[in-house]
């Protein structure tokens, strides 16, 4: 494999964290800042194991920090690239569709990022 074929692998594996809404609904949730597993769980609207595994994946590919905090584990997103990448694609295929749910401006504003 040549240089170019392991970077593309590595990015398609980057793209593949990003490929699962739930995921992306976990990213949202961390553009206003560091939340514990509780928080993510009640916003993201879903079980505490289903949030959880998606969490330790994202934390294992380097795209989310955690910390523990007493009893709490919080997480933050690591890499702002990751916010701002999200916000990119939204706004473009909200605009690419006929009936786009959302105005593009709107949902780019969905992933802002304060702080991270």
């Known amino acids: 494999m ?3 074929d392991a970077l593309l692998e590595q990015v ?6 990003l490929s699962e809404p739930t995921r992306l609904k976990i990213i949202r949730a961390l553009c206003d800042g560091e939340k514990s597993v509780n928080d993510i769980v009640e916003q993201v ?3 505490q194991s289903n949030v959880s595994r998606h969490l330790n994946l994202m934390y294992r590919a380097g795209v989310l920090g955690r910390r523990k905090e007493g009893t709490l584990v919080m997480y933050t997103v690591k890499e702002p690239t990751v916010v701002e990448l999200c916000r990119t694609v939204c706004v473009h295929v909200a605009s690419r569709v006929d009936a786009a749910p959302a105005d593009p401006k709107a949902l780019g504003d969905y992933f802002r990022s304060s702080g991270a």
Do not use: D, H, I, R
């Open 45 to 47: 609207e879903s079980t």
């Open 12 to 17: 398609s594996g980057y793209f593949a964290v």
């Open 2 to 4: 040549n240089e170019l």
